[in-house]
């Protein structure tokens, strides 16, 4: 992964990954004598949240929860070792950006299964629309970075809806319904983030043609 330009505006997740160098930096470099690669780790990363998901659909919510709890700093090994590595690439950035869109639907597959398993409609209808939110938030930020169009907005980016799914999965335990409470936050604000987004790129896409 490319590390952003100073003059390019910097999202949360951009921002988290330049405040947590002191933490990322050692363990890449470590990796590095390892000789392991960057997009190994990326798949490693994959194969986690996979198990996150497998214990979600059974119900196992706080081990889910712990599990991507430690998983989640495995999402931004890949490009701290490759910026090590110097190995940054586009190539690179792309397996990246597949496997997150992956993890994320096999985590909400996860929820899909376990309310389908229980008969639950609510839990399916928002286990769904929080996966069509999700993905669609990094759909239109791809599709306006194609463009050169500025969408690098969002109240809900990816780090921010692991912030609201990690503490929601451990806690569950306290009530049953907190892992539902959490789908529907996810659902109903990745969606709103889309929307910021597809204005932002509305308004850039208006005041570039406006000065043409």
Not at 96 to 119: I, P, Q
């Amino acid at each position: 992964m490319n590390q952003p330009s100073e003059n390019k505006k910097m999202s949360f997740t951009d921002k988290m990954r330049v405040w947590f160098r002191w933490y990322l930096n050692p363990i890449a470099g470590f990796l590095n004598r390892l000789g392991i690669r960057p997009n190994t780790v990326t798949l490693f990363g994959l194969m986690g949240t996979i198990g996150v998901a497998v214990l979600i659909a059974f119900g196992q919510m706080t081990w889910a929860g712990i599990l991507l709890l430690v998983m989640g700093p495995v999402d931004a090994m890949d490009g701290a070792l490759a910026r090590l590595r110097n190995e940054a690439s586009a190539w690179g950035a792309f397996v990246d950006a597949v496997t997150d869109r992956y993890s994320e639907l096999f985590l909400f597959l996860g929820f899909l299964l376990y309310y389908m398993a229980h008969a639950n409609a609510l839990g399916v209808i928002f286990a769904y629309l929080a996966a069509a939110g999700s993905v669609l938030v990094s759909y239109v930020k791809a599709r306006a970075d194609a463009s050169k169009l500025d969408a690098n907005v969002g109240l809900l980016t990816r780090v921010e809806r692991y912030v609201v799914l990690i503490p929601g999965l451990i806690f569950s335990f306290l009530t049953p319904v907190l892992p539902l409470a959490i789908l529907v936050i996810i659902a109903v604000l990745a969606n709103f983030t889309a929307l910021q987004r597809i204005f932002s790129v509305r308004r850039d896409a208006h005041r570039r043609l406006s000065k043409s």
